[in-house]
T-cell receptor, first 115, second 112 residues
Framework: AQSVSQHNHHVILSEAASLELGCNYSYGGTVNLFWYVQYPGQHLQLLLKYFSGDPLVKGIKGFEAEFIKSKFSFNLRKPSVQWSDTAEYFCAVNALNNAGNMLTFGGGTRLMVKP | EAQVTQNPRYLITVTGKKLTVTCSQNMNHEYMSWYRQDPGLGLRQIYYSMNVEVTDKGDVPEGYKVSRKEKRNFPLILESPSPNQTSLYFC???????????FGPGTRLTVT
């Protein structure tokens, strides 16, 4: 079965600091990869996704992620965070030959940005 | 507006009292699923449905039931809720051929 690991459970940064959140998955076949964000009290929203092509994916609000197949990783980055980026971030993986097309989520990383 | 709706948003109940959480989507999506979110565990899939009358278990189906009689609705049923089902529940939908999921606003359930 596929699994997704997010190494940092809590991250605290000051505004304008750079952000990188790690995501690793365990599945040897073809995958679709996602990052979702959950702002306090809200539902999950898609930040960005990777299906195929350029492994460097740009999403909303200045976020980007890089798919490194050899490392089974899909790390999320932002050059300069803002207070409004305070949220919980979830990496998710969909194995394409999974009969149920289940989307497997990581445990989440809670980001706090200090003004 | 394209959306997934859930009701109720908040529910406090007692052990053993049957409850249903409704989920509805207006995007004509084939695929719908239910997740529960618990601190440190991320989202875990409870059940999913690939189309009308087609449902299957996810990672944590014990204690839950679902039905998919219509394309737009996918209710989650707890026949005899227990305190370990206290959680935040999300419904989601997507087209089968596309993998971006749209999430509902969540239902916070407390079972005492």
């Amino acid at each position: 079965a596929q699994s997704v690991s997010q190494h940092n459970h809590h991250v605290i940064l000051s505004e304008a600091a750079s952000l990188e959140l790690g995501c690793n998955y365990s599945y040897g076949g073809t995958v679709n990869l996602f990052w979702y964000v959950q702002y306090p009290g809200q539902h999950l929203q898609l930040l960005l996704k990777y299906f195929s092509g350029d492994p460097l994916v740009k999403g909303i609000k200045g976020f980007e992620a890089e798919f490194i197949k050899s490392k089974f990783s899909f790390n999320l980055r932002k050059p300069s965070v803002q207070w409004s980026d305070t949220a919980e971030y979830f990496c998710a993986v969909n194995a394409l030959n999974n009969a149920g097309n289940m989307l497997t989520f990581g445990g989440g990383t809670r980001l706090m940005v200090k003004p | 507006e394209a959306q997934v709706t859930q009701n109720p948003r908040y529910l406090i109940t007692v052990t053993g009292k049957k409850l249903t959480v409704t989920c509805s989507q207006n995007m004509n999506h084939e695929y719908m699923s239910w997740y529960r979110q618990d601190p440190g565990l991320g989202l875990r899939q409870i059940y999913y449905s690939m189309n009308v009358e087609v449902t299957d278990k996810g990672d944590v189906p014990e204690g839950y039931k679902v039905s998919r009689k219509e394309k737009r609705n996918f209710p989650l049923i707890l026949e005899s809720p227990s305190p370990n089902q206290t959680s935040l529940y999300f419904c989601a939908s997507r087209r089968t051929a596309q993998y971006e999921q749209y999430f509902g606003p969540g239902t916070r359930l407390t079972v005492t």
